[in-house]
C-alpha cells in the first residue's frame, strides 16, 4: 500500500544510557539516492515514545559532526529528548559541477527543493526533513513521537531550521534554535549562490520560503525561537550571518525577547566549540516545548 | 642558559568561557621534529595558575580527538581545571615503514622512550610528555601548576597514563583514570607488536617500565586510579585491553577499591561515545585530588 523505504541499520553506540544509531535507506525526496542519518534514543524511551530534535548541520558537514562534537546527549539524555541528525545533502547524484565548491552542491544543500531541473531530481532536503524522513522513521518502529518535534541547527544548519520552522504551515515544530544562523541568505553570498544555482527563479524565488528574515517580516503566530552567535566569528564578520537583520527585523514584527531571543556572545566563534558550549542551553529551551 | 623551545601559537577558541589554544614546537625528545599540541585553559584561572590534567589519546588519534569528542570541557571549566592534549607519536620522523601500520609508527607512539636505534631518535613520547612538554608550557607562561598534575587517556593512551603514573619515581602525577586501556600490553598483540619494534630488549625490557599490570604488582604506595571500560568494546573482546589482569594483579597487591577502581560498563564500546558518556566522572575524580 505504502511505498515507504526500509531502513538498514549501520551501527549502534551506547552513550548515556541511550544509544546512537545510524541507518541508511533510498531516499524518494533524494531521487533514490542512499542517504544516511544517525538518531540518538535515550533511554529513557523505555519502548515508549519520546519526542525528538532534528539538528541540520553546516556547509561540508554530514549526520556525523553534530552527534560527534555537538556535546548534545548530556543533556538530552536527561530531558529524554532524541535527536535525528540527517545529512546536510544528496551524496552522489552525479550532476556536473556538484562537487567543485564546498559552499553548494555535495555538503551543501540548504534545506530546499530545488526547482532548477539541473537539481530538482535530488536536492530535495526541505521535503526530506520534513516529510520522508519522520515517516520513514516512524515506519520502522522507532519510538520517536512525530507529534512533538522541535528543530536546531548551525550556519546553514540554522538556516534550514529557521526557515523549516517559520515556513511551516502545519506548525509542525514546537520550537526552533540555531547557532550561528544565516539569517538572512537573499543578503549574503552563500545564500545568493545557493538560490540562483538551485532555484530556476534564483533569489527572486527563495524571499516566500527560504529567508528566515523575510519569513519573520510576515509572521503572526506566537514563536518560540533561541539564536546564538559569536563575536569572533569569522563568518558572521564577513556578512555572512546577518543576524541584526534578522533580530530587528523580528522586533519590528511585534515579536520581543521571549519569543525570538537573539543572544550575541564576546568571543566565540563558528566552530563546534562554540556550538558544545550552548548546546545545554538549547537542549533546556527545546524541552521546555517538547515536554508541555 | 636555557635551551626550551619557543611555541608559535596556531589558533584559539574560546569554548565554556575558557580557551582552547593549539601551539605547535620544535620537540628535542622527539628528534627537533615540529609536534602539535591543544590546551584548555579554563577561564577561571584568570591568570593565576591552575592545575592540569594531561589526556592522552589512542592509536591514530591526534592531539584533537579528545578536545573535539571527549566532552571534558563542560567539567573542567566548572572545576577550574587545564586540559593537556599532546599528540600520540612524532609525525614526519622519515623512519622507514613509520607510515605501514596503523597500530605502530605514526599515530602510535605508545607513550615510551625507544632503545631500537631505528626510533630511538624521534619516537620518546615518554620524556615527551613528562619532561619536555611541562617544561616548554611552563616557560611560554602558560598559566598552568605542574605541581599539580594529573593523567588521563584512553585506549593506547589509557596505558599511556597508567604506565607513566605507576613508572614515575618523583610521583609526578597525583591520579591516574582511563578509559579502556591495554592494561596488560606485555600479554596482547598490539603491545607485543609496540615493544618488539621499539624496544631494543622487546616484551622484556617493557615489563619493568611499560606494563601498567606488572608495575602495579610491585607498587607499594598509596594510588588514585580509575578505570571504565565496556563490554561491548571490540578491542576489549579480542583482547587487547585485559583489564580484568590489572584488576586481579591490584588486589592481590593488596590495593582495594578505593585506591584502584576498575568499572565494567555492559553495551558500550571503544569509542569517543562511550569516553564523553563517562567524562565528567573522570574530571570529578582527579578534581578531587588536584584541588585537594
Not at 540518538?40 to 524511551?45: G, L, N, V, Y
Not at 532524541?82 to 553548494?104: Q, V
Not at 534554535?177 to 540562483?196: L, Q, T, V
Amino acid at each position: 500500500m505504502t511505498n515507504i523505504p526500509a531502513l538498514e541499520k549501520i551501527s549502534s553506540n551506547k552513550v548515556f544510557e541511550g544509544h546512537l544509531e545510524k541507518y541508511k535507506f533510498k531516499s524518494n525526496a533524494l531521487g533514490g539516492l542512499d542517504t544516511q542519518f544517525n538518531i540518538f534514543i535515550p533511554r529513557a524511551s523505555n519502548g515508549s515514545k519520546v519526542p525528538v530534535l532534528i539538528y541540520l548541520a553546516g556547509l561540508t558537514c554530514t549526520e556525523d559532526n553534530g552527534a560527534q562534537k555537538g556535546g548534545f546527549f548530556t543533556p538530552a539524555a536527561s530531558q529524554g529528548i532524541a535527536i535525528l541528525f540527517p545529512d546536510t545533502s544528496p551524496r552522489g547524484a552525479g550532476i556536473e559541477g556538484e562537487n567543485d565548491d564546498w559552499d553548494f552542491g555535495t555538503g551543501a544543500g540548504f534545506y530546499l527543493d530545488a526547482t532548477n531541473p539541473k537539481y530538482s531530481k535530488h536536492y530535495n532536503m526541505a521535503t526530506y526533513i520534513t516529510e520522508e524522513l519522520p515517516k520513514v522513521v516512524e515506519a520502522a518502529g522507532l519510538p520517536i513521537d512525530f507529534s512533538r518535534q522541535s528543530i536546531f541547527g548551525h550556519s546553514m544548519g540554522g538556516h534550514g531550521a529557521l526557515t523549516l520552522y517559520l515556513a511551516s504551515k502545519t506548525k509542525q515544530y514546537r520550537s526552533a534554535s540555531a547557532f550561528a544562523p544565516i539569517s538572512n541568505p537573499s543578503k549574503c553570498p552563500w545564500g545568493e549562490k545557493a538560490f540562483k544555482g538551485y532555484l530556476s527563479g534564483g533569489v527572486e524565488e527563495a524571499l516566500a520560503k527560504y529567508d528566515a528574515t523575510e519569513l519573520i517580516a510576515k509572521a503572526t503566530d506566537p514563536l518560540h525561537i533561541l539564536i546564538d552567535y559569536g563575536t569572533s566569528d569569522d563568518f558572521y564578520k564577513k556578512g555572512q550571518l546577518l543576524p541584526e537583520n534578522f533580530l530587528k527585523t523580528a522586533r519590528d514584527a511585534g515579536y520581543d525577547e521571549v519569543q525570538v531571543r537573539v543572544r550575541r556572545h564576546e568571543g566565540y566563534d563558528h566552530s563546534y566549540y562554540f556550538i558544545s558550549t550552548f548546546a545545554s542551553d538549547h537542549i533546556h529551551f527545546h524541552a521546555n516545548f517538547l515536554k508541555a
